[in-house]
C-alpha cells in the first residue's frame, strides 16, 4: 500500500491568514483527493486534485477558498485561505490507484483558527 | 443517492467482550464497502473491505459480511481488545467512483 506523508500534523493560526498542507506519497498514483473531517462529523470529499490541471471541485467548496495544487504524481497541496474559526477541522490526504478498489489516507492535519 | 448509515456512539465495552457495530448504505447499482479504522492522531487505515454481494471481508479478528438484501455490512469481532479503542467508519464506494463515509462509532475497550 502507498505511505502517504502529511504536513504539518497540527497547526495553530490566526483568523484571516492562510495554511498551505502538503501531502507525499512514495509512488505514483492515479488519483489524489482532499477531505475535511469537521469536529465529530464524518469525512466530506473537498476536491479531486487533478495533475497538471485545475482540481474538480465538490459543491460547496471553491477554488479561491481552497486552492490545490498537484504538480506530480506523487505530490499535492491543499491551501486553506483566509481562515475563519468555522475552517477548524481535520484536513486528509487520500490517493487511490488504478486497479485497486480501496482508498489510502495521510494521517491528517488538524487546524485550529483562532 | 448514496450514504452510509452507522450506529452511533460512543461504544465503551469491557476486554473480551463481543462487538457489533451496525452500518447500512443506500446506493445506486453495486457498490464495494470498506471499514476504515482511525486510531488516536491518526489518519484513516483501511480494515476490511467487501467488494461484492455475500463477500465477507476479514482482518485483525475483525469480520464484515456485505448483505445486498438487507443493504448491511456490520462490523463484528468475538473478543476485544484495549488496543481497538478506535473511530471506526463504515464506507461505500459507488460505480462513479466516489467515496462516501459514515459518521463514524468511537469504542472505546476498559481492561
Known amino acids: 500500500s502507498a505511505v502517504i506523508s502529511q504536513k504539518p500534523s497540527r497547526d495553530i493560526c490566526q483568523r484571516g491568514t492562510s495554511l498551505t498542507i502538503q501531502c507525499q506519497v512514495d509512488s505514483q498514483v492515479t488519483m489524489m483527493f482532499w477531505y475535511r473531517q469537521q469536529p465529530g462529523q464524518s469525512l466530506t470529499l473537498i476536491a479531486t486534485a487533478n495533475q497538471g490541471s485545475e482540481a474538480t471541485y465538490e459543491s460547496g467548496f471553491v477554488i479561491d477558498k481552497f486552492p490545490i495544487s498537484r504538480p506530480n504524481l506523487t505530490f499535492s497541496t491543499l491551501t486553506v485561505s483566509n481562515m475563519s474559526p468555522e475552517d477548524s477541522s481535520i484536513y486528509l490526504c487520500?490517493?487511490?490507484?488504478?486497479?485497486?478498489?480501496?482508498?489510502?489516507f495521510g494521517q491528517g492535519t488538524r487546524l485550529t483558527v483562532v | 443517492g448514496n450514504s452510509v448509515t452507522q450506529m452511533e456512539g460512543p461504544v465503551t465495552l469491557s476486554e473480551e467482550a463481543f462487538l457489533t457495530i451496525n452500518c447500512t448504505y443506500t446506493?445506486?447499482?453495486?457498490?464495494?464497502l470498506f471499514w476504515y479504522v482511525q486510531y488516536p492522531g491518526e489518519g484513516l487505515q483501511l480494515l476490511l473491505k467487501?467488494?461484492?454481494?455475500?463477500d465477507k471481508g476479514s482482518n485483525k479478528g475483525f469480520e464484515a459480511t456485505y448483505r445486498k438484501e438487507t443493504t448491511s455490512f456490520h462490523l463484528e469481532k468475538g473478543s476485544v481488545q484495549v488496543s481497538d479503542s478506535a473511530v471506526y467508519f463504515c464506507?461505500?464506494?459507488?460505480?462513479?467512483?466516489?467515496?462516501?463515509f459514515g459518521t463514524g462509532t468511537s469504542l472505546t475497550v476498559i481492561p
Open positions: 464506507a461505500l464506494r459507488s460505480p462513479g467512483n466516489q467515496f462516501y
Open positions: 467487501a467488494t461484492k454481494a455475500d
Open positions: 487520500s490517493v487511490e490507484d488504478s486497479g485497486r478498489t480501496e482508498a489510502f
Open positions: 446506493a445506486t447499482g453495486y457498490p464495494s
